[in-house]
Each structure stands twice: as C-alpha cells, then as structure tokens.
C-alpha cells in the first residue's frame, strides 16, 4: 500500500506565497512520477505541475512562471512553491504519483485546500 499525504495548503492574499508537500510512504520500490493537479468549485480537474524520476518537468500554461515543483528523492516527498498567487489559483490541490510496488500504480492525496484572497 502507499499513502500520500500532503501538507501546507491555506490562506493566502493575491501576490503571496504557499509551498505545498506530498510525502509518499508504503511499501515503495520506486518512484516514476511525481505531480499536483487542483479542482476549483464547478471546474474539471486539471493538471498543475509533474516532474518524473528522469528530471522531466511540465507546467500548466496558467501557472508557468509562478509555480515551481521539486522532489527530494530521499523524503519520497514532491514540493509545489506557489508564487504570486491569484484568486483563480483557489482550489483544492491533489497530490498524484506513478509508483512501483509490487506492480507500478497511480495513487492520489485526499487533497489540500488552497484559497488566495484579492
């Protein structure tokens, strides 16, 4: 089984900062992928941020240049530091991975709210 759980959503006024982690823990034998996707009130699902275990990074066009992702390799932890924030950046953010146990799978958070005042 694997688990991740996520941490360091909130509050924050437009043009400020949040960084958000996703610790995966289980019995992991590797790690393919790691990403974030968010779903705002009445929108679909969509992806923000991935970065794969060969360095490969990708972005959503409304969040390039504001959001960074990172992964430490050794926490098993994916990091998403959110800069210059706006209120269409509220929604809840979902952790996701591509994971090797016994057999590689998709597995998600159970999500963590992200709401930025104007």
């Known amino acids: 089984q694997v688990q991740l759980v996520e941490s360091g959503g909130g509050l924050a006024q437009a043009g400020g900062s949040l960084r958000l982690s996703c610790a995966a823990s289980?019995?992991?034998?590797?790690?393919?992928?790691m990403g974030w996707d968010r779903q705002a009130p009445g929108k679909q699902r969509e992806l923000v941020a991935g970065?794969?275990?060969?360095?490969?990074?990708k972005y959503a066009g409304s969040v390039k240049g504001r959001f960074t992702i990172s992964m430490d390799n050794a926490k098993n932890t994916v990091y998403l530091q959110m800069n210059s924030l706006k209120p269409e950046d509220t929604a809840v953010y979902y952790c996701?991975?591509?994971?090797?146990?016994?057999?590689?799978?998709?597995?998600w958070g159970q999500g963590t709210q992200v709401t930025v005042s104007s």
């Open positions: 996701n991975g591509q994971i090797a146990t016994m057999l590689l799978g998709d597995y």
């Open positions: 289980g019995s992991i034998f590797s790690i393919n992928a």
């Open positions: 970065i794969s275990s060969d360095g490969g990074i």
